[in-house]
Structure formats: structure tokens, C-alpha cells
């Protein structure tokens, strides 16, 4: 009891103890705000802007949700076309890790081209999918292969058809793998919706991305951080969804992933 | 029931063969060797799981039976309760469709599971699983039964119980049953004939008639049986040896 308690603790006091060193250092070194803002100015600034912050907050929170959606839907029926047919893997996969190798910064430009500029947040969109779909393509895949050959010849002992062995045994059985891959997926898509927005830079876009660059345009570092600190915020409740989601939907699945 | 006819099975290097068997309709048919003898591989050959390398498979009447097999694992869905696990085969075969879930339930009390239906089987002990597994293949209404030493993992009374419940389906069913085990004692007793394989590569190095059965509550076994015993125990002795 005392160390739960403890380990719940222990890392809120650490940093409350470094916010008020923070605040600390930065008064009695009369360090200015446009270098480093003490916490008391990042608040201040949060309440000042709160609006246009949290504006951007949800545009940001928007694209990454529906393009880490977007991906893992995508993903996960590409690898099941994979487990259908060997020729669309090899075809395919090439291509999927092209897109995968290929930094994402070098193809916004193109991207943003193709969709026109004024369509900025699809193109955003867009380039959060490529960025986030190949984790989950990796593990679906890996997932469906991994199915146990003995669970396999269960399946063909029962004569069973390409759908129930897909539906009953192959994909519950890469559950575990598809959640692990949309476990990275999910904070890949909130990094390349904002590199993304970086690079589309003064489009019609308003995300987080978009308040970074004015805000550092503008030397007002106060909320250059507010919103740094939303965008952190964003992703670390991203992941801990994701990890509650896996650990209520895994409660039955017991298979050794190694 | 089935035929074998000359049968070889290679990976990378030669496992069993030549291998030729005529296996009767309705019998029951115990199968002894050592470990890595290949007797797993020839259940995994009679159920058309694997195929030979060389050599055919004749099912009577050219129509592959509705099979049930316990494998030598338990070979269970992680994610599925007891009970749907049992009624898997239902869900699957369409010979099967019409099982009804009073059966599944039957044959987990029958192994003696009842009160674990809903249960995962990774809460479930090893020889529990194999239950599991057992009453599973025996809710099909398969004509040929194969099972990889099904009763292994369990303790002496219930081992007991279930080898005289397999004998009461049997009698009572058109049933043919391929059954491997490890005990000599356990082949003797239930089937009426033994197949003796030998490893490296696995042959039928011997096939004993058992004509005269025990029972198992009465006192006075027949010389036959521990003749059959002590006979094959030798077998399986000399050909280890070598
Ligand atoms: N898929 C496979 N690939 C390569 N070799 C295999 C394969 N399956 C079985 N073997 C080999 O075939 C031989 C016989 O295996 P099998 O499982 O049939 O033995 P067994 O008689 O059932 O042994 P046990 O009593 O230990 O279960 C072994 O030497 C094994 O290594
Ligand atoms: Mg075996």
C-alpha cells in the first residue's frame, strides 16, 4: 500500500521539487523571458492565450487521431491481404518500406503540391498516415505469422475456410501484436502531423505546430513553451489511452510474443 | 477404416517408412515406440494433416472419415473459454453444425471439468488443458478417433476412469480409435491389437493381436495379458538396446 503510494508520488514531488527550482533559478539570475520563462510566465502566458492554445490544441489532437485511424485501419487490412496471398506481400511490401525509409520532411513539399496549399491540413493528413502506418503493418504481419503451427493444424483438421481461420484464428491471435504496433503508431502520428505542419508552415493550418513557429517568430517564449508543454500533455495521454485500451483488451490473451 | 501403402516421410532426413497398415473399421489400435519413433507423425499422416513423401493413403470408400484427434498438446485458443473451445469443431466443420452445446457440456463433465466451463485455459493446470482437448475431440461425431498420448498428464484415478469411458464410447459407437501411449500397461489393456514401432527411420517393428481383455475390477488377470505385457515390454527393451 505504502509503496503504491509511493511510486504514484515520488515522480509528482520530483517535479514539483524542479518547477520550484526552476522558478528559483530563474528570478535570482535575472535570466529574461525571451531565453528562459519562468514557469509562473509559461502559466500566465497559457491563461493569456488559453483560447487560441487550446484551439490549436484540438486541431492537432484532430489530425493525429484520425490519421493514426486512418493508418491502423489501413495497415491492418494491407497485412491481411498479405496473409491472403504471397505475390501482394512481395509486391507490396517493398513499397511499404519505401514510405517507411523515406523522411517525411522530404516528401511534405510534394505532398503539399499535390493537395494545393490551401488544403494544408489534408495534406497534414496524409503525411501523419505514412508516418504512422508501418508499425502497425509490421506487427499485424508478424502477428498473423506467428499463429502457433499446432493452433494452425487444429484449423485445417476442422477443414476450415480462409474466413474463419482469418476471422477465428489469425487475426485474435495477432491482437496482441496489432495493439503493440498502434501503441507506437498512435505518438508517430502526433509527430508527423507536427513536422508536418512545420513544413507546411504558413498555410491554412492551425495546430500546435503552427503557434511553436509564430510564438518563436515573435520571440514570445513564454508561449513558445505553453505550447511545447500542450503538445507533450497531448501525446503522454495519447499513449496512456492506448496502453489502458491494450490492458482491458488483453486481459483474456495470454501468448507468448517472443 | 484406412490403408496405408508403403508409406516413407522425409524432412531432411528419412522419419518413418516403409510403413504398410491396414487399419479394420471399428477397431481399436494402441501404437508403442520410442520417443522420436515417429508415432506422432504417422497420426499426423493418417489424418491427411501431412502428406508422404512417397507411398498413398486408401480411406475406405475413398471419403476421408470425419476425424477427431487429441494432440499430443493440448492445443487450445488462448482467448476462448473452456467451453468454446469445445464447441470450436461446431463452429468450424459442417459435418459438425448440428452438435448441440448440451454435448459440449456433457463431455466436460464427463472429463471431469464441470464448474470450469468459463474458465481461460491459461487458468487451467496442464493436465486440466488436456481435458479440455479431450472432451472437445470427443464432441465430434467422428468416426475415426486418433489420440497422441491423451492421457499423460493425468493422475492414476482419473487416467483409469477415462481409459474405461473411452472403451464404453467405443463398444457403443462405430468408432475406430488410433491410440499412442507410452505405457505398455495402457496399450494392452484397451486395444486389441499393438503396434510396435521402431526408430531412425520409424518402422512397424511389431503388430500383437490382444484377444483376451481384463477387467479392471477384477482381482484375476489373465496370464494372457501380463504374457502380452512382458512380451512387448522385451520389444521395446531390445530395440532401444540397439
Ligand atoms: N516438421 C518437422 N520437421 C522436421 N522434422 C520433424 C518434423 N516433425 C517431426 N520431425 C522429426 O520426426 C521424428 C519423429 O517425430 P514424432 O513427433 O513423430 O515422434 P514421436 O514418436 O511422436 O515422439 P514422442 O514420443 O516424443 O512424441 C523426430 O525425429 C522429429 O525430429
Ligand atoms: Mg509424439
Redesign the interface.
Known amino acids: 500500500m505504502i509503496k503504491r503510494y509511493l511510486s504514484f508520488m515520488a515522480p509528482i514531488i520530483t517535479f514539483l521539487l524542479l518547477l520550484f527550482a526552476w522558478e528559483l533559478i530563474v528570478n535570482f539570475q535575472n535570466i529574461p523571458k525571451y531565453i528562459l520563462p519562468a514557469p509562473t510566465d509559461i502559466f500566465t502566458s497559457f491563461l493569456l492565450n488559453y483560447s487560441d492554445l487550446l484551439r490549436s490544441t484540438f486541431i492537432t489532437f484532430r489530425i493525429t487521431f484520425f490519421a493514426f485511424m486512418i493508418a491502423s485501419l489501413l495497415a491492418i487490412f494491407i497485412a491481411i491481404l498479405f496473409s491472403q496471398s504471397k505475390i501482394i506481400e512481395l509486391s507490396l511490401y517493398p513499397i511499404a518500406v519505401i514510405f517507411q525509409v523515406t523522411p517525411v520532411v522530404a516528401i511534405a513539399p510534394l505532398i503539399l503540391i499535390w493537395v494545393g496549399l490551401d488544403n494544408a491540413e489534408f495534406a497534414i493528413l496524409i503525411l501523419a498516415v505514412i508516418v504512422a502506418f508501418f508499425p502497425v503493418l509490421a506487427n499485424t504481419n508478424l502477428g498473423i505469422r506467428s499463429v502457433e503451427k499446432n493452433l494452425s493444424e487444429l484449423f485445417s483438421l476442422y477443414e476450415a475456410n480462409r474466413f474463419q481461420r482469418l476471422f477465428k484464428l489469425q487475426l485474435p491471435y495477432a491482437l496482441p501484436f496489432i495493439l503493440t504496433g498502434m501503441k507506437t503508431s498512435i505518438g508517430l502520428a502526433l509527430i508527423g502531423s507536427v513536422v508536418a505542419e512545420f513544413v507546411a508552415g504558413s498555410g491554412t493550418s492551425t495546430g500546435l505546430a503552427w503557434r511553436i513557429i509564430e510564438a518563436g517568430n515573435r520571440l514570445d517564449v513564454p508561449k513558445l513553451f505553453a505550447a511545447l508543454i500542450l503538445l507533450v500533455v497531448l501525446g503522454v495521454i495519447l499513449f496512456l489511452i492506448m496502453s489502458l485500451l491494450e490492458k482491458i483488451l488483453l486481459k483474456r490473451w495470454d501468448i507468448d510474443k517472443s | 477404416m484406412f490403408k496405408f501403402n508403403k508409406i516413407y516421410k522425409e524432412y531432411d532426413a528419412p522419419i518413418l517408412g516403409p510403413i504398410s497398415l491396414d487399419i479394420k473399421k471399428n477397431s481399436f489400435v494402441s501404437i508403442l515406440g520410442s520417443s522420436g519413433a515417429g508415432k506422432s507423425t504417422l497420426l ?1 499422416l493418417a ?1 491427411d ?1 501431412i502428406k508422404p513423401t512417397s507411398g498413398s493413403i486408401e480411406y475406405a470408400n475413398n471419403e476421408k472419415p470425419n ?1 477427431g ?1 487429441v ?1 499430443q ?1 493440448p ?1 487450445l ?3 476462448r473459454t473452456v467451453i468454446d473451445n469445445v464447441l ?2 461446431a ?3 459442417s459435418k ?1 453444425k448440428k452438435l448441440s452445446k448440451e454435448k459440449a457440456y456433457f463431455w466436460l463433465s464427463k472429463v471431469g471439468l464441470e464448474g470450469k466451463e468459463n474458465s ?3 487458468q487451467l493446470s496442464g493436465g486440466q488443458k488436456m481435458r479440455v482437448s479431450i472432451a472437445r475431440a470427443m464432441f465430434q461425431d467422428c468416426s475415426l478417433l486418433l489420440m497422441d498420448e491423451p492421457f499423460a498428464a493425468l493422475d492414476e484415478v482419473s487416467r483409469n476412469k477415462l481409459e474405461d469411458d473411452l472403451l464404453d464410447i467405443w463398444k457403443k459407437n462405430e468408432l475406430t480409435v488410433l491410440f499412442v501411449t507410452h505405457s505398455v500397461t495402457e496399450a494392452v489393456y484397451l486395444a486389441q491389437r499393438v503396434l510396435v514401432m521402431s526408430s531412425n527411420p520409424g518402422k512397424i517393428l511389431d503388430d500383437v493381436i490382444i484377444t483376451e481383455k481384463r477387467l479392471r475390477d477384477d482381482g484375476q488377470q489373465s496370464s494372457e495379458f501380463f504374457s502380452k505385457i512382458n512380451y512387448l515390454t522385451n520389444i521395446l527393451k531390445k530395440e532401444k538396446s540397439e
Request: negative net charge; hydrophobic residues 45%; proline residues 15%.
Open positions: 499426423r489424418s494433416l476425424i484427434f494432440f498438446d492445443t485458443l488462448p482467448w470450436l469443431p463452429e468450424l466443420t459438425n481461460l485455459p491459461n
